[in-house]
């Protein structure tokens, strides 16, 4: 059984920064691209960043140079460091696991995680 299961959201303010983890089980990591989405209330489901089994980064446009994903294919854990947080980052953060060949689709990913609140003060 696949499990993906995010950890670190939470209240922060402008400015600061905060770090998503997700720890994953039931399948086999290093083949696949891990992908954090996000959803604010009232929006669609917005790509943030990627990191594919190949080593590649993808970031959307709002994030790029503010956050930072990474993966530990040991550990079976990909992270999302997020600085210099703005109140429109608040959302949902998800994590998901795929292997399509556009990694900023929604669609391309197979597995999903239950999401974590992460809510930005200004």
């Known amino acids: 059984q696949v499990q993906l299961v995010e950890s670190g959201g939470g209240l922060v303010q402008a400015g600061g920064s905060q770090t998503l983890s997700c720890a994953t089980s039931g399948l086999s990591f290093n083949s696949y691209t891990m992908g954090w989405f996000r959803q604010a209330p009232g929006k669609k489901r917005e790509f943030v960043a990627a990191f594919t089994d190949d080593d590649s980064t993808y970031y959307g446009d709002s994030v790029k140079g503010r956050f930072r994903i990474s993966r530990d294919n040991v550990k079976n854990v990909v992270h999302l460091q997020m600085n210099s947080l703005k109140p429109e980052d608040t959302a949902v953060y998800y994590c998901?696991?795929?292997?399509?060949?556009?990694?900023?689709?929604?669609?391309?990913?197979?597995?999903w995680g239950q999401g974590t609140q992460v809510t930005v003060s200004s």
């Open positions: 998901a696991a795929g292997g399509g060949l556009f990694p900023v689709q929604p669609s391309e990913y197979d597995y």
